[in-house]
């Protein structure tokens, strides 16, 4: 790492620190890997519990997970051992071998946060800020690109007695896909996409419920759910270089910088990968390449990223949801 000196008027180097402004999966894994790399870290405080955020994280995920983080974060989450698929309403169901680990988001974050430690600080806000929040962003970042308009919708269930509670289960219908993901003890988390918001997200969930063969396998619908937007977005300016009038750089990082679809199964993968591209952003800007192509390197990357994975949806979609409700949707991941 070179020493911190003065480029076009901004300062460069090193000693110049981050602050991190969040406390979720891809800023606190900036924090560890920066902090590994000797660059002060300051973290802001973590925001109040909102609650439990359930993920469904499969092997390669959480290979990575270890890879940066090592052992021992979600060794005692429920473990699933397969999916059976139906994609589509004439195609066959498919049950196949995929491990996977159902984790709180929200204690995987806690487990980060106190496997860091106390962080060494810069003296002031430091060169870069990274964080996942939108929103307060200087123009022309402000405006998020979206591909659509889906709602996943959230409940949770009790799985009938005898049902497979090591298999997530995921399932088309007219209005939408359908996945039944067990939790343990008996119970079970049940998520549907659907093509747009929903004013009652219970009782919608109820109707997508009544309309799938999976629908048996509940005692009953949730009785409560929420609706969660849930399309493909993309921060148009995920990295802004320092300049001599805004001396701190800010790099977006995880869901705020791209939001995976759902089904995708991928999101926190995603995530964790922005966290090791804007670090290596600072490390490099740390050892005297300049900024701007650096930032310009990390909107590319994730640029392609969502690209490439609008293909996909628009691929997937395609083949299940040949109906006008989704024809937004298709229209949105074809033309975005
Ligand atoms: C509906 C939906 C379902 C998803 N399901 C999956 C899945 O099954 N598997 C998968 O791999 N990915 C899934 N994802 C993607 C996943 O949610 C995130 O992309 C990933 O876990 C981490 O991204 P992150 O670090 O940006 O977000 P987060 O860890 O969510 O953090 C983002 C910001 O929110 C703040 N924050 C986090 N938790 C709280 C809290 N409890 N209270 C207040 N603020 C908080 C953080 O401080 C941070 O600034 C899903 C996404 C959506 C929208």
């Given at each position: 790492m070179s020493p911190s000196g003065v480029r076009g008027g901004v300062p460069t180097g090193a000693a110049s620190g981050v602050t991190v402004a969040g406390s979720g999966l891809a800023e606190l894994t900036c924090a560890r890997l920066l902090a590994g790399r000797g660059h002060p870290v300051r973290l802001t405080p973590a925001a109040p519990d909102a609650g439990p955020r359930p993920l469904l994280l499969t092997a390669p995920t959480l290979d990575l997970l270890r890879s940066l983080w090592g052992g021992?974060?979600?060794?005692d989450a429920p473990r699933l051992t397969h999916r059976r698929v139906r994609w589509g309403a004439h195609a066959p169901a498919a049950r196949f071998a995929q491990p996977a680990w159902v984790v709180d988001g929200a204690v995987l974050a806690h487990r980060m946060r106190a496997r860091l430690g106390p962080l060494p600080a810069?003296?002031?806000?430091?060169r870069w800020t990274i964080t996942?929040?939108?929103?307060?962003?200087?123009?022309?970042?402000g405006h998020l690109r979206q591909a659509g308009r889906r709602h996943l919708l959230v409940g949770t269930a009790t799985l009938r007695?005898?049902?497979?509670?090591a298999t997530a289960v995921l399932a088309t219908t007219d209005l939408g896909w359908l996945q039944l993901t067990p939790l343990g003890a008996g119970d079970c988390l049940v998520q549907a996409m659907v093509p747009g918001p929903a004013r009652d997200p219970a009782a919608l969930l109820g109707r997508i419920l009544a309309d799938?063969?999976?629908?048996?396998?509940?005692?009953?619908?949730?009785?409560s759910a929420a609706a969660v937007a849930a399309a493909p977005r993309l921060h148009p300016a995920p990295a802004l270089a320092p300049t001599p009038a805004r001396p701190h750089g800010r790099l977006t990082v995880g869901a705020g910088a791209i939001r995976f679809d759902?089904?995708?199964?991928t999101g926190t993968a995603q995530a964790l990968r922005t966290a090791i591209l804007a670090s290596a952003v600072v490390d490099a800007d740390a050892a005297g390449i300049p900024a701007p192509p650096l930032c310009g390197h990390y909107a590319r990357r994730l640029r392609a990223a969502y690209a490439e994975h609008l293909r996909s949806c628009a691929a997937l979609y395609g083949t299940a949801f040949t109906g006008p409700a989704w024809q937004d949707e298709l229209d949105a991941a074809r033309g975005a």
């Open positions: 021992g974060l979600v060794d810069p003296d002031g806000p430091g996942a929040r939108t929103g307060a962003e200087p123009a022309p970042a007695p005898g049902e497979d509670a799938s063969p999976l629908g048996a396998a509940l005692g009953r619908p949730p009785r759902p089904l995708s199964g």
